[in-house]
């Protein structure tokens, strides 16, 4: 549908400037790599939690269970909401919770201090998710992939620098030097400011843009089947990934005897990786179809999943960084997916999808550090290697252009 066309449709009048906010999606990343930043410390030092208040296994998957569950069963809530009643400044009072969290991490004097910490973190990323990725959309000029992948590129690099600022800042200094990064948090939340201005500001057209119909409704049935399969397909992906992401360090020190510094450096090669395949999915689904690039990501990094239980050092750190350029760059094509298959309701499916992929994160880090505490670190990359496997399910998924005329692999 052309610009022409949506300016004057259901007599709505528009503003006839569709280009891509590109200053506004760089803000949105750029908060998401400091909040993801902080994420990613907070699991970086699961190390040092580990020694300094003698956690087992099952305990440090408690911790990612605390922060993934507030913010998976806070999300969807909040999209909901926030589709209904929009509160551009809820961006900056997550971040606030976020801060919160960071100082209860530095001087958590117990367990179920680190859990709560834990939860305030979580909370932090249940309010910022769903309205940062319903901004994201609104400022995409209608490429929606590529806002996507520019929004969530930010979290997977915040992710990726984690580790290193963990082994040369807090390693050396001790936990309570985590209370530093409170300044990151500070920062977001004055970036995050600018941005709900200018959210607040274009509200109304951007809102009335939003509604326009960009396609004929898709039938229920095939709706609610394609929901399954998303679903599946998310918690295929998740639930490996949180094996990466939290018990990838204690894999190597374990089975290859690498120290902790150098094992931190390793998880930075492999969430490096997944910022790359981050930043390439959104766009390629633009321009071939989100589905081929959900069946590729997902069913194409079963052969290195696989392998990557029997490989030796150089070649488990080469097998992670292919695991993590490709499986990263199903999620932003899932989500664009999800809001194309139920359009008008960005925040509820937002909310949705990050909710659930939080979720699945934490129940399987809980349970996947239960069976490494009963078995083996090797056993459980044994188990979780056959997950991308689910990939096959993404045959089911409907091809979406056809319910949307003039349009081929892309989307309005």
């Known amino acids: 549908m052309s610009s022409e066309s949506n300016a004057t449709l259901s007599g709505v009048s528009l503003p006839r400037d569709e280009a891509t906010r590109f200053g506004v999606l760089g803000a949105l990343s750029f908060s998401h790599f400091l909040n993801d930043m902080i994420q990613s410390v907070v699991i970086a030092l699961y190390p040092l939690l580990k020694s300094e208040f003698s956690l087992s296994f099952g305990q440090i998957g408690l911790i990612t269970l605390a922060y993934q569950m507030t913010a998976s069963l806070l999300q969807p809530v909040v999209g909901i909401y926030t589709d209904r009643h929009p509160r551009p400044y809820s961006v900056v009072v997550g971040m606030g919770f976020t801060l919160s969290g960071i100082i209860a991490f530095a001087f958590a004097p117990n367990f179920g201090s680190l859990l709560c910490a834990a939860a305030l ?21 209608g490429q929606h992939g590529l806002a996507q992948s520019i929004f969530q590129v930010g979290g997977n690099s915040g992710a990726a620098v984690g580790p290193l600022l963990v082994a040369g800042i807090i390693y050396p200094n001790g936990l309570r030097s985590f209370a530093w990064f409170a300044s990151a ?18 509200r109304v057209a ?36 949180a094996s990466l992401s939290s018990f990838y360090t204690f894999y190597l020190i374990e089975r290859f005897a690498v120290p902790v510094q150098q094992a ?13 395949g981050t930043l390439a ?16 990501s997902i069913l194409g990094v079963a052969p290195f999943t696989l392998a990557l239980p029997y490989a030796s050092l150089p070649w488990t750190v080469v097998l992670t960084v292919f695991i993590g350029l ?60 056959y997950l991308p496997l689910l990939g096959l399910l993404a045959i089911f998924l409907p091809d979406l252009e056809r319910y949307m005329p003039g349009k081929v692999g892309k989307t309005a």
């Open 264 to 276: 931190q450096i390793y998880l930075f090669f492999f969430l490096g990786a997944a910022a790359v």
């Open 326 to 385: 490709i499986i990263s760059s199903a999620f932003s094509a899932i989500l664009v997916y999800a809001q194309e298959l139920i359009p008008g309701r960005v925040g509820t499916i937002s909310g949705l999808f990050f909710g659930l992929a939080f979720g699945m994160a934490g129940l399987g880090a809980a349970l996947l550090g239960r069976v490494a505490d009963a078995t083996s670190l090797v056993a459980v990359y044994h188990m979780v290697a």
């Open 281 to 296: 999915g959104g766009p390629i689904g633009d321009r071939i179809g989100r589905k081929y690039v959900i069946w590729g």
């Open 185 to 202: 948090a500070l920062l977001a939340m004055i970036v995050l400011s600018r941005v709900a201005a200018w959210y607040r500001s274009h």
């Open 206 to 241: 951007l809102k009335a843009r939003a509604a326009l119909p960009t396609h004929v409704a898709v039938p229920r049935r095939t709706v609610i089947t394609a929901m399954i399969v998303l679903l599946l397909l998310v918690f295929s992906k998740y639930v490996y990934l």
């Open 121 to 141: 973190v979580g909370t932090g990323s249940s309010i910022f998710h769903p309205e940062s990725s319903r901004v994201a959309r609104l400022a995409s000029g």
